[in-house]
């Protein structure tokens, strides 16, 4: 990786005024322990500035994330391959006898990859520490940046393709016995970007950790192998910190013989190489120098006794000579990195590396919604208690709100658009204004020069000039560039001088859209002396956002008839500090601007946006609105899951709010909004529910209004279950849901007990561990499914297949009882062919007589029952079309909450609404690597271009005509970022063969699952729902996320068949047979003949699934 030559635009503009103000700014502080949550991270309304500020500690992250990168990845295979039970005694035996209530103990369920930082893919046990060290180790409240994660994998790779032992290394070894003077066309081409830097021993044991720490940053920083000298015990102290790799330099390498005696004075080092001329950074050499004439190596001389030569590889010239040196042999007993941090090329790399030496990314986040907030520029959030309390606005047809506001965020970093989109989606706005935050990219880093950053850039500009208003961080040249073409005065964010607080006031409205100059003379050519330039004429004045700078302001006339722009302009709040007196004339706003978006916020994060001169940001393509009013629906040609055209939509209010009978009335419609208004965002159902599975529904709900929770019934039987006995006439039986598993799971196993339930008349009753309560309304009128918490069997939740109680046990061991007072049913992928005797017609005689079953499943084991021939007339009564059994009875249970609710028609209104068609695409990968992997990336390519479910790229003409062209939007639900950015970015750089625009979405990436957290929960309830909302859809294979979204949409989705092996399946898709959900561990086996036996070919509509060959799905067929 070639180091970055150029200066950065804005430093070049003022380059005092940059350092100054980067030497004012070395303060940090770290960013919160734990969870950034969205408390957390978002300021809340009306929230004092100083209530963040006085709860945060300040001190020095970069230390702490360099040595975590090389120490935490290498901690002492003394303490962790030697003797482990003694550092862990020692460990618990200082806890033991401490006072300090801060020292955690021992976590199960920690992050034992430390947020990123440490790879996967060792043998554990030839490093116990690596993996082992969290669980003893107290959370030190920094995750790392997601740059820093994403350069450890890159260098990781770097060490393993050029390390020790490959051919890379060798070649690169003989060049140095050569002297550096082979020939270019005498080794691989891929040699070139193999560079190393070999860290001398030195020293004690602190200095030596320091020293290779230190040269590990600035390999990364330089992309340079780095390889440690393995004496003085390197090679026995530290594990090694790369996988599938060595970074031990060996034995035999060329100057083990030499190097450990070079000191200041020898030859080769830098210093001295300067100091004889034969390197030179004076503009002869700049790096130019024929590979011929370029050292074999140099040795970096950086020890506490280093001359003012050997200095110089601080410098910018001299770091750009060294990138041309194969070999760097480096020497220091002192921790360099901060002088690091000094040298310009390097500096905004290391921004993106480490953040946190940066403002507060959170203060930055309060002063932008601060200013967003105080200038009525965008409305404020409700808390979740304000938003729980919120009544439901006027809603359209479509059920969203009348008002919209789109906001374009420009920045190299994500950080900020990730947050804001999160906070107006999560929360509901005081004004019941939909928000929609577009960022269209976020390249980490600027690239001067490289043509496709640049173009980015440009467009990034453009868009923001076309803008109705529009809010700039101080010193940018970016934001100067978009306001001047727009003719906006815009808001300027003031650049903090206490970085660990909000500038007060936030913002203040700019005096004028002319940029600034940053670096005036300050000198009267007249008088021949020093003078304040800025007051010379009336209309050059000093800026707003550099006291120094210089900009002219537009001269004051007598008033004139105002245009459009102006009225607006004109209806915000009066100029910039220092009170001005007088409107500031500005250009009017184009027709085009009124239309593009409401708000945009232009950020550039950080304190040093002056020598960053960033930019970057939003989904250009959702940005305009398409007429007919906000959110209006309309008529529209579509494909249907079957492939056919049909009429997506109409404008008009449909009125089943029923669903064709499935939903009775008799609830209070705003204890649950989503009940009856989810008509007005899904299109209207083709499968209806049979008027017997209507009767029934009815039936079961008087059964759970008579037995359910306080009744006098269900008292009677707590009492009879707590006696331990059973009872062979019950008037009341009960089915006990275990919460288990994630969401997808959770939910496919309440239907499959709701439908066994219905079958057995008992009433369902669902623990409300996990969040259920938050997630669900309550589905039946009048009674509550939730379990109450006095339950008397307290150990249910931890009940397993090896629990006596389970029946499959009971069974094994001979112990089943006449009348037991409760059975657990242990249904989960792990449970025994005992188990599995659950789908027998006489064991199901057995279990109609038990009063109370307890279930705990991971599967959808509906299939199986409709192998049971005692339930088979029942339930061809009530599905007569067989494949539609969780499509009826999902929507007839699973209501999301409000608070989840208007997470979905928050989205859908802001991103969705517009679009003539949406396509839905859920990616999720079983692999243990995070991803992103190229080969899903062109599976999912493959299968849309191939079914049209996405036009195809024109990479050879820059535009097409998009003329009356449609919007489809796309929404891609995933773990992983990388697939939905690498589409999006496809889809923005290039137009479609069509001239069809297309837009992509994605709420969220929570990069890992967790299930027992009730933010991700919600997230991934109202995206499984707004999923459900698609006009088509295409899913991953085994993944149940995506058969409850299918089931809820009655759409057959395109299914990604599972890659092996890493390589994408020809063909990628196909579209499956039934829009069902797959049980993927059926039992195997014939109950008449008690022996094993192919449950997928007992009847013509139970058949096998097209993602897992041994799983069973329902499909609508009544002969083979």
Known sequence: MQVQQRKPKACAESAAAARGADQQQCDCRPLEAGEESLERSVPRKRKPAAAVAAAEKRWSSVAYVVLAAFVMATVFAVLGGRRPAVWIAATKALRRGSDDKSIPLARSAADKLLGGLLPEG???????????????????????????????????????????????????????????????????????????????????????????????????????????????????????????????????????????????DTAESYGNMLKNKVLGTDGSTDGDMPAAQMPAFAYLHLDHDYGDGDKMFFCDDDQRLLSNIQWLVIRTDTYIVPSLFLVTTFQDELDALFPERDASPHVVLEQITSCAWKEKLLPEVLDAVEDAAMPTPPTTPHGGSNNSKAVLITSLRPWFYERIKAMYWERA???????????????????????????????????????????????????????????????????PVNI??????????????????????FYDCKTKRGVDTGTILPHVRHCDDVSWGLKLERIRRSPTPPTQGEELLAASPAGPRGGRKGRAVVLPLSAAALVACAVVLLLLAGGSAARRGQFVGADPTVLPSRGGGVGNLHLSQSKSNDGENVTTASSEVVNDKLLGGLLTTGFDEQSCLSRYQSVLYRKASSHFPSAY????????????????????????????????????????????????????????????????????RRVLLVDSDKGTADLFCEPFPETSWLLPPKFPIKQFKNFSNGSPESYGNMLKNKAIRSNPAFLYLHMAHD??????????????????????????????????????????????????????????????????????????????????ARADERLGIQIRVFDPEPGPFQHVLDQV???????????????????????????????????????????????????????????????????????????????????????????????????????????????????????????????????????????????????????????????????????????LKLVDQSEW
């Not at 070894?173 to 860290?199: I, M």
């Not at 599995?836 to 499943?857: A, G, H, M, T, V």
């Not at 994408?1064 to 008690?1090: G, N, T, W």
Request: hydrophobic share 35%; with cysteine.
């Open 941 to 1111: 390519l493959a299968c849309t271009l191939k079914e049209n479910l996405l036009p195809a790229i024109n990479s050879k003409q820059p535009i097409v005509s998009t003329r009356h062209s449609r919007l489809k939007s796309v929404l891609i639900t995933s773990l992983n970022s990388g697939y939905y950015e690498k589409i999006r970015s496809m889809y923005w750089e290039h137009p479609t063969t069509n001239g069809e625009m297309i837009s992509f979405h994605q709420p969220s990436h929570e990069e890992h699952q967790n299930s027992d957290k009730k933010m991700h929960n919600m997230k991934a309830w109202a995206e499984i729902y707004l999923l459900s909302l698609s006009d088509v859809m295409v899913t991953s294979a085994w993944s149940t996320f995506g058969y409850v979204a299918q089931g809820l949409s009655g759409l057959r989705p395109w299914l990604l068949f599972k890659p092996e092996n890493r390589i994408a399946p020809d063909p990628p898709c196909r579209q499956v047979l039934s829009m069902e959900p797959c049980f993927h561990a059926p039992p195997f086996y014939d109950c008449k003949a008690k022996r094993g036996a192919d449950t997928g070919k007992f009847v013509p509509y139970v058949s096998h699934c097209e993602d897992m060959s041994w799983g």
């Open 122 to 264: 060792f043998d554990e046990k030839s490093c116990r520490s690596r993996y082992e060290s969290y669980l003893y180790r107290r959370n030190p409240g920094r995750r790392p940046s997601p740059h820093l994660v994403a350069r450890l994998r890159m260098h990781e790779e770097l060490q393993r393709r050029c390390g020790p032992n490959t051919e890379s290394y060798n070649r690169a070894v003989q060049r140095l016995r050569d002297g550096g003077a082979a020939e270019a066309d005498a080794h691989s081409p891929d040699d070139e970007q193999c560079k190393y830097v070999v860290s001398i021993s030195y020293r004690g044991l602190g200095n030596r950790i320091l020293a290779a720490a230190s040269a590990f940053l600035y390999a990364v920083l330089t992309g340079r192998v780095l390889l440690v000298d393995p004496s003085n015990e390197m090679d026995e102290l530290f594990c090694e910190p790369f996988p599938g790799t060595t970074w031990l330099l060996p034995r035999d390498f060329p100057l083990a013989s030499s190097y450990a005696n070079f000191s200041a």
């Open 693 to 760: 599975l209507l009767e029934r529904l009815r039936e079961h709900e008087a059964l759970q209004k008579k037995c359910g929770p306080h009744t006098e019934s269900y008292k009677k039987a707590i009492e009879q279950l707590k006696a331990g006995q059973g009872a062979k006439v019950m008037e009341c039986n009960y089915l006990v849901w275990v919460a288990y598993s994630g969401l997808g799971n959770r939910i496919l196993t309440m239907g499959s007990a709701f439908l066994y339930a219905i079958l057995t």
């Open 831 to 912: 449970y025994s062919d005992y188990d599995k005797l659950f789908f027998c017609e006489d064991n199901q005689q057995y279990l109609r007589n038990i009063p109370w079953l307890i279930l705990k499943s991971d599967n959808y084991f509906v299939p199986s029952l409709f192998l049971i021939p005692a339930y088979q007339e029942e339930l061809t009564r009530l599905f007569p079309q067989r494949d539609s059994v969780f499509h009826h009875l999902g929507r007839y249970l699973f209501h999301p909450s409000n608070v989840v609710w208007g997470m979905v028609t928050r989205y859908y209104d802001s991103y969705l």
């Open 500 to 521: 660990t607080a909000v500038p007060d006031p936030p913002c203040g409205r700019d005096v004028s859209m002319e940029p600034c100059f940053h670096s005036p003379p």
């Open 429 to 495: 706005t005081a004004t019941g204004e939909d928000v929609s935050v577009h960022q269209p990219s976020h390249e980490e880093y600027q690239q001067f020069g490289e043509k496709s950053h640049d173009g980015k850039a440009w467009a990034e500009m453009y868009l923001l000039s076309l803008c109705d208003v529009l809010v700039t961080s101080g010193w940018s040249t970016f934001g100067y560039v978009a306001q001047g073409l727009g003719g906006l005065r815009p808001w300027v964010m003031y650049k």
